[in-house]
């Protein structure tokens, strides 16, 4: 347990995040003492009355008031990281960085005209980044770049969500519906998500779409009739003429079947997503998956028949109960199949999952890997992507992830994700639709972004849909 005493400054949220990737190493009662002095800053640790460790960092202050606010904050984290790390004998893969979107930095110094070595001295002098680490930073930026240098001003991309799943898994905290309990919402919420989507593509219809990603929840979770009825909507109302990816994320492979595959694709879907997670049966039975092993195989197979040639599957790292030799064998199923990309997230204890309520009522049945292992298998997996001739080509991290670590997609040269890539750096406007769905208008080449959130419950955006589309036209309107 650590106390915080913060002097000088207005910096302790900053500085709790950066305390709390050392708490599982910390079993004493401890007091951190930080002080911003005007001239440098300070973190003491203590234990009673006796100063641990001691670390001081300068700063040198230049007169804009938003950039010293950071320069304040940055070395008074770079400090509690020092004493900390001095502490427990435990560095962070990430340094002092606890931010979703670490290659942001990456790409400002690419910008500024600084090389790979310039900027692998500025990560490790300023947010203390790891070796192996930085080198991801600027492989995954320059991937990113590629695509978001091909943005158009007249451009937007569409998001679509479909809330419902056969049932929910134990990690998850979207906003997801069992289908079971709300099998008699599905109509008149796809009644509403059309009425939405008819606006959306009028008062956008002069817009180029660049890419489009239907996702949920699980999409495929519709019945047939219902899938060609959005597909078909989608068809008719927005202009796909020049789409460059249009993505459904097929996700459990107990939604999908032949039929559906064969609807996805008489519609121009050209990218899908079966999400296995795990490729070992004792795992999707404890995170509350209804299908087998096989079912993963069989639905990858029939896919491929009906021509889908461009697939994405993904994997979580830190699953109840699995150890190296568990993602080694899903690696190895993987690389059997041959999926042209492979997302590997890292686990992340959200709020709102069912696995949150479980840790909370510290249930001896749940066990998380420790960050020690993630690395590991971290480290595997970026060996057999590189061997599957996967790169990498986005990333982004979460709170609350095992081992301060972070979720990176892998794809064949070619076949990078462009939504996935728009999203987790906000370059372009993402006009979403959907219960719980957030339009991000982009403006200024991403120097502001306005938001227009749907809301969440599945019951207030059938009955308020009305109110959400007055939300997109005022929206849309106000920064035309």
């Not at 790979?116 to 001295?121: L, Q, S």
């Not at 599905?186 to 009028?202: G, H, Q, W």
């Not at 042209?340 to 696995?355: D, F, P």
């Not at 001739?389 to 990078?416: D, H, I, S, W």
Request: with cysteine; proline share 4%.
């Amino acid at each position: 347990m650590i106390e915080l005493l913060c002097e000088g400054h207005e910096a302790s949220y900053e500085l709790t995040n950066v305390m709390n990737l050392f708490l599982p190493y910390i079993k004493d009662s401890l007091l951190l003492q930080t002080i911003y002095d005007g001239e440098k800053s300070i973190a003491r640790l203590k234990q009673e009355a006796v100063v641990l460790y001691e670390q001081v960092y300068p700063v040198n202050l230049l007169g804009d008031a938003i950039r010293d606010k950071k320069a304040i904050k940055e070395s008074l984290k770079k400090a509690v990281y020092d004493v900390l790390v001095a502490y427990t004998g435990k560095t962070m893969p990430w340094g002092i960085l606890t931010g979703i979107r670490p290659t942001k930095l990456v790409h400002e110094a690419i910008k500024e005209g600084l090389n790979d070595a310039e900027i692998d001295a500025y990560l490790d002098e300023a947010y203390k980044v790891s070796p192996n680490k930085r080198v991801l930073m600027r492989e995954v930026a320059k991937q990113e770049l590629a695509i978001l240098e091909k943005n158009q001003p007249d451009e937007v991309s569409i998001y679509i969500g479909i809330p419902f799943c056969p049932t929910r898994c134990v990690y998850c905290s979207f906003t997801a519906y069992s289908l079971e309990q709300m099998q008699n919402k599905v109509e008149p919420y796809l009644e509403a998500l059309f009425k939405e989507i008819s606006f959306v593509a009028e008062a956008k219809k002069n817009m180029r779409i660049r890419s489009l990603y239907i996702g949920g929840g699980t999409p495929t979770s519709l019945n047939e009739d219902q899938l060609d009825r959005l597909l078909s909507h989608v068809e008719k109302c927005f202009n796909l003429s020049q789409i460059e990816e249009y993505t459904l994320e097929a996700g459990r492979p107990d939604t999908i079947n032949a039929e559906k595959l064969r609807i996805m694709k008489a519609h121009g879907v050209g990218r899908i997503s079966i999400n296995p997670q795990s490729m070992n049966q004792k795992t999707l039975d404890a995170i509350g998956r209804r299908h087998s092993v096989e079912d993963i195989r069989e639905v990858f197979r029939v896919a491929r028949e009906l021509g889908h040639n461009n697939i994405n599957m993904d994997m979580i790292l830190g699953l109840p109960g699995e150890d190296l030799k568990d993602v080694a064998y899903t690696l190895a199923e993987l690389k059997k199949l041959g999926p042209e990309n492979i997302t590997v997230h890292t686990m992340a204890i959200k709020r709102a999952s069912k696995l949150k309520e479980a840790l909370t009522l510290d249930e001896a049945s749940i066990h998380l890997t420790e960050g020690e292992k993630i690395q590991e298998m971290l480290n595997l997996c970026e060996m057999e992507m590189s061997q599957m001739g996967l790169y990498p080509y986005y990333m982004y991290r979460q709170k609350n992830m095992l081992g301060n670590f972070e979720n990176v997609g892998y794809a064949k040269p070619g076949t990078e994700g462009i939504y996935n890539i728009e999203i987790m750096e906000e370059a372009e406007s993402i006009i979403a639709l959907g219960a719980g769905a957030i339009t991000k208008m982009v403006y200024q080449n991403g120097e502001r972004i306005d938001r227009i959130p749907n809301v969440k419950s599945l019951k207030d955006y059938i009955e308020r849909i009305d109110e959400m589309i007055e939300r997109k036209r005022e929206g849309f309107e106000k920064y035309r």
